[in-house]
């Protein structure tokens, strides 16, 4: 810390620090809550954010700092800088915008006269911000089950950890291993070891719970913590699921196919999520949709807005749920309530949409039309076939291919018996109509839906071929290839939010794309003998996932050595 006798000064002392390094200048005669400095000068989020009487620059806005302070060199008052006028100078000429953190009842005041100053005193012992700091680590939008079992407490462990030096990386780490145990005991079969998992499964959602909590609370956010934080979410789950089935299998009944069906489901839904929500981030309206006018009017009624959180089955009802009936129950009903759960609450959710798409009358982006190419995972041969079938596939809807496409593939894979050339034929035609997402930008209302159709036709064949081929280790191994081909696709999710693009299309290449992959599959079920078809499933799966792993670890710990920015999501539960 240094003192500055005016703007000529600080500039001075400024330049003096290293050019890597976070800076700010703060008023001399500021009052306010340790809390207030704290959301104003250390959220790793922004480039440059400022509060009444403090600004702060990353090195990335050191540059408008240092000429905002050159263009305040007059705007002194009694020897020191006039800071609030240098957050506006800097808000002036920053490329982006200059971050006001919202302070509530903090106080963050520079007082003019010793009145002033012993009122703002008074306010500032007034508010307890430790108390503040502790709501507000908590996620402003969340689940029934979330905000009243397990934020009320949590909170308070987030503090623990944050007084310890602890990261949420580190609790986020945590949370994941708590979750494979879990896992483990479930795959046990005993009911010992589900009661055992059922109780580590919620550890593990407090844990997680708790990561985000202390993140807030501390302001500790990076790419890297938001990448782990929903990538892990993701691994615990669905290993859950297998852990499940694995403990069913030891106790005689086969759950596989279930296992891979919620997990299907659940993937498809949470696609169904990000692409909506891609398609609409940036688009402009010409009207308001009658459908979210009546989402608004509900949201003004209180006991309207938990249950419709609670329909949609968030992470934290679901893993309630799953953890009473994995205690009480067994696998199946753990299972069949699971998919139950998520069909419904994928039919409210995507209903919804539906009707806000075709009653909004929405300008989409070009941003938005990249986003959803990149999320349709398109491999070498949906493109070799674009520019030849340009003229077939242009005029018509592109969700109408990508469906009409979908449900030949998973149909023919249905209604043939196994060794069958049949579903060949049907992923053939996949192939052929799948250059639709590729032949026009995806602006349509609905287009948002091709990814979602597409992951369901890909899923959706591998589960239906793998059960056909009924040998054991096959649904098991159909469950890890399609394993490995998610994380791929919440991997590029998570870097479009990001803002850091699309996996590099070599990647997209070498495992074939969305297309490529479904035929690939069929051929292999077309040639090979069950027993085989088992091992070539497992092939594919380890390939998959050490492709898109290596090159996915490598691109999050280079981004987040590299210092992009920190990024938190508080969006929808998942």
Known sequence: MRAASDAADAETLLAAVPADERVAVVDARFVGHVHALRLGLTDPRFDAAAIPGAVTARPAARPALTKALRTTSGDASNGSVVVGILADHVADVLDSDLHRPELGDLVAEVPRDPQARNEARQAVSQVDDEAIRLRTAVKSRDGFFTTYCISPYSRYLARWCARRGMTPNQVTTASLITALIAAGCAATGTRTGFVAAGVLLLLSFVLDCTDGQLARYSLQYSTLGAWLDATFDRAKEYAYYAGLALGAARGGDDVWALALGAMVLQTCRHVVDFSFNEANVDSTSTNTSPTAALSDKLDSVGWTVWVRRMIVLPIGERWAMIAVLTALTTPRI???????????????????????????????????????????????????????LRGVLRGVPAPVTAFAAGAVAVLTAWLAPYGSWLPVLGAAVYVLLSPAALVRPLKGALDWLVPPFYRAAEYGTVLVLAAKADVNGALPAAFGLVAAVAYHHYDTVYRIRGNAGAPPYWLVRAIGGHEGRTLLVTVLAALLAATDFKVALTALAVAVALLVLVESIRFWVTA?????PAVHDEGEPA
């Open 560 to 564: 987040h050595r590299r210092g992009a």
């Open 334 to 388: 753990t299972f069949y309530a699971l998919l139950v759960g998520c069909a419904l609450a994928a039919c409210y959710t995507t209903a919804g949409r539906l009707l806000r798409s075709l009653t909004r009358k929405a300008r989409r982006t070009d941003r938005a039309a990249a986003a959803l190419l990149d999320l349709t995972d398109s491999g070498p041969l949906a493109h070799a076939l674009t520019g030849p």
